[in-house]
């Protein structure tokens, strides 16, 4: 059973800075793609970022510049450095690993952005 746990959410004002953390339970090798998606109150699930196991990014205009994908392979761990941080970035960020049987998601955090 695959589980992911993210991390580092919480109440920042415009302008500043997170970083959000996904662990995997197990070895990350075996997803092809991690992403970290979101979700505003009353609006649908976006993509934010993804990597691949090859390590090659991919970002959603919106957060072009500002926020940074990474991993980690030693630690199962995908990270998500956000900075300047405006108020529409509020959301609840989710992990994302995709092998190729099964999509898996973490639990959420929440990322409030005060202006």
């Known amino acids: 059973q695959v589980q992911l746990v993210e991390s580092g959410g919480g109440l920042v004002q415009a302008g500043g800075s997170l970083r959000l953390s996904c662990a995997a339970s197990g070895s990350i090798f075996r997803f092809n793609t991690m992403a970290w998606y979101r979700q505003a109150p009353g609006k649908q699930r976006e993509l934010v970022a993804d990597?691949?196991?090859?390590?090659?990014?991919n970002y959603a205009e919106f957060v072009k510049g500002r926020f940074t994908i990474s991993r980690d392979n030693a630690k199962n761990t995908v990270y998500l450095q956000l900075d300047s941080l405006k108020p529409e970035d509020t959301a609840v960020y989710y992990c994302n690993a995709l092998s190729d049987v099964k999509n898996y998601w973490g639990q959420g955090t929440q990322v409030t952005i005060s202006s």
């Open positions: 990597i691949t196991v090859g390590g090659s990014t």
